[in-house]
């Protein structure tokens, strides 16, 4: 098996990354010249084979990693800009690694969703973006050159962007606008905190180690306050980090189901995987001058924005606004590792175990709520109940996607939030008990979901639909439907279960940095 590693090793990131590139290039310009059941081929064959490479890159990454820089499977793409110091360098750490493949395995799902479960007009074209938009998200936690990791963002947001106006809900105009104006912002705040930390770093290189190299030993000196802002600022805002928080759940509500499930799963962690990879990992003074705002502005986000979850009464729009709010679980692990002054990374560690499950779980929930909203013809709560009657192996899956996101014990993102708890353990009794409620308050909105769409009695409205529909309507899960939420909650539960596959890898790559 190792030999087999090394000998395409280099090829491994090239190929997990160009064959969605490529096959969704194919669909954009000539999918509907195609045969249907070609187009569907050509398509499902974009999205399963990522996983599969980051299986094998997963399960190899110990002995292919340098021990010196701790990445493994680097390979160099001259693009003929190195010149400005950009070169398309691909490679994997411990906390790239486990991203790559959440957007691998999310990827695969919402892939499967939107090919056999959904009924779009175009269909061609909307796989092909999704295919592009994946590509993009596997090129972002691929690079290891700053620059092109900011562009393979941006690249992704172009057909996120398309397929929402295209294809959204209602009100898609308007949530769609929205979040271009925010994460345009936002990502110009972004960009301006790495131009500064390149211009810092001497202006050669935009790649992660020549930085780090430059930087760490001495710092930014005074820059770091406005690096540190910058940074914070600008990729908070592409995570929906208090309170620049308004564009996120109206953009995943109104959203095609599979494009909510990789924009709130993947998409939305380049934020805090760029605040992790350069602002922890680079200019780690600039993080922690800036420690006391982000703890606050975390809080915000899973208290005030806890409370408007547990008021809201549209599945969707609440798993949206649930999503938002655990952000600000992952924020203050990163405020841990700020508060202590830089010298304890495991607030850090449990941040990315913590993106990891979320991704997971979030995409689950809305993969079922399109299972919903296809027996039911809604997602008022109003108007749901009861469904555990009829869909019950709909209603297993459901009551299990809600509480892998509540952090129940046994799913991954249970050993993320305790990690987060346990690193910020030195704070007041009080502050601590700000960020445990985000505990209370999950546990609250995601029980009374539960009950409000599975249990109780079923509306009279309901009732008449199902009569009206038949048997077809009133059926349990297919076996598409089932393979996605098996997929996503079963990595889950795997991760749940054997915590180390990420957590050794993760606190290997700090502990380098560190």
């Known amino acids: 098996m190792s030999v087999f590693i090394d000998a395409l090793s280099a090829w491994f990131l090239p190929v997990a990354l160009f064959v969605p590139l490529g096959l969704g290039a194919l669909l954009l310009s000539c999918g509907r010249r195609l045969p249907v059941a070609l187009a569907r081929g050509v398509a499902l064959a974009g999205f399963v084979a990522p ?25 160099a793409l001259p693009l003929g800009v190195e010149a400005w110091g950009m070169l398309l360098t691909l490679g994997v750490n411990g906390i790239s690694l486990p991203l790559f493949a959440l957007a691998a395995v999310v990827g695969a799902a919402a892939g499967v969703q939107a090919v056999c479960l959904c009924e779009v007009e175009r269909a061609e074209v ?28 941006e ?10 106006l295209v294809w959204g809900g209602v009100g898609r105009r308007t949530a769609a606008i929205q979040m271009a104006v925010f994460l345009t912002l936002g990502a110009m705040v972004a960009l301006a905190g790495i131009v500064l930390v390149f211009l810092a770093a001497g202006g050669t290189s935009f790649n992660l180690l020549a930085l780090r190299a430059a930087l760490v030993p001495g710092g930014v000196g005074a820059q770091a ?26 953009a995943y509500t109104e959203a ?59 599945l969707k729009e609440l798993i949206g606004w649930s999503s938002v709010m655990h952000m600000g679980l992952c924020f203050l692990g990163i405020a841990a590792f700020a508060l202590g002054g830089g010298r304890d990374v495991s607030g850090v560690g449990a941040a990315v175990m913590l993106m990891f499950g979320h991704g997971l779980s979030v995409a689950a929930l809305f993969a079922l709520s399109h299972g919903v909203y ?63 409620c985000g505990i209370v ?37 297919v076996l598409g439907e089932r393979f996605v939420a098996g997929l996503l909650l079963g990595v889950s539960l795997l991760v749940g279960f054997c915590p180390w596959l990420l957590g050794d890898m993760i606190h290997g790559a700090l502990a380098r940095l560190f």
């Not at 910058?230 to 309170?243: D, H």
């Open 51 to 75: 996983p599969g490479v980051a299986g094998v890159m997963f399960f190899g990454f110990a002995g292919a990693m340098d021990a010196g820089t701790g990445y493994a499977f680097e390979v």
């Open 441 to 477: 308050i999950s546990a609250i909105y995601g029980l009374r979901a539960v009950a409000w769409v599975c249990l109780g009695r079923e509306p009279v409205a309901l009732a008449e639909r199902f009569a009206r529909g038949g048997a077809g309507l009133s059926r349990d899960m």
């Open 155 to 164: 690249f992704a947001l172009v057909p996120t962007f398309i397929l929402m």
């Open 256 to 314: 095609p189901t599979a494009v909510s499930m990789l924009h709130a799963g993947v998409l939305k962690k380049f934020g805090l995987y760029g605040l992790v990879q350069l602002g922890v990992g680079v200019v780690p003074a600039g993080v922690v001058e800036w420690g006391g705002v982000l703890f606050w502005l975390a809080v915000g986000n899973v208290v005030v924005l806890g409370l408007v979850t547990m008021s809201q009464r549209h």
């Open 374 to 436: 296809a027996r039911t013809g809604t997602l008022e709560f109003a108007s749901l109940g009861g469904l555990a009657g009829r869909a019950p192996v709909l209603a297993g899956f459901f009551v299990a996607a809600m509480l892998a996101g509540m952090g129940l014990p046994g799913f991954a993102n249970f050993w993320g939030e305790l990690g987060v708890f346990v690193a910020l353990g030195a704070l007041p009794v009080w502050k601590l008990a700000l960020a445990v």
């Open 126 to 153: 909307f796989w092909g973006l999704l295919l592009v938009m994946l590509g993009g998200m596997l090129g972002m936690f691929a690079s290891v050159d700053v620059f092109f990791m900011y562009f393979f963002h």
């Open 225 to 250: 306050g406005v690096i540190g802002g910058l940074l914070l600022f600008g990729f908070g805002a592409l995570v929906s980090l208090f309170p620049m928080h308004s564009w996120a759940a109206p």
